[in-house]
């Protein structure tokens, strides 16, 4: 998921603790709802989303016209 969402200087990866957040604390998208990226956490604690989810979260995250 790191390598789908390009965050800012130099078109590197986001952070792991950064999408952790988004995990967990979402952020308030347009509407003023929280949104959060939607994700499962498999055994060994790894936490693992698609690029489905990212995809939806970024639409959600993307105000309409």
Do not use: K, Q, Y
């Amino acid at each position: 998921a790191a390598r789908l969402v390009r965050r800012g200087r130099g078109g590197r990866a986001a952070n792991v603790a950064g999408l952790h957040r988004l995990i967990h604390r979402g952020v308030i998208g347009p509407n003023g709802m929280r949104v959060r990226l939607e994700a499962i956490r498999v055994a060994g604690g790894v936490w693992m989303t698609t690029a489905a989810a990212v995809r939806r979260f970024l639409e959600a995250l993307t105000p309409t016209s």
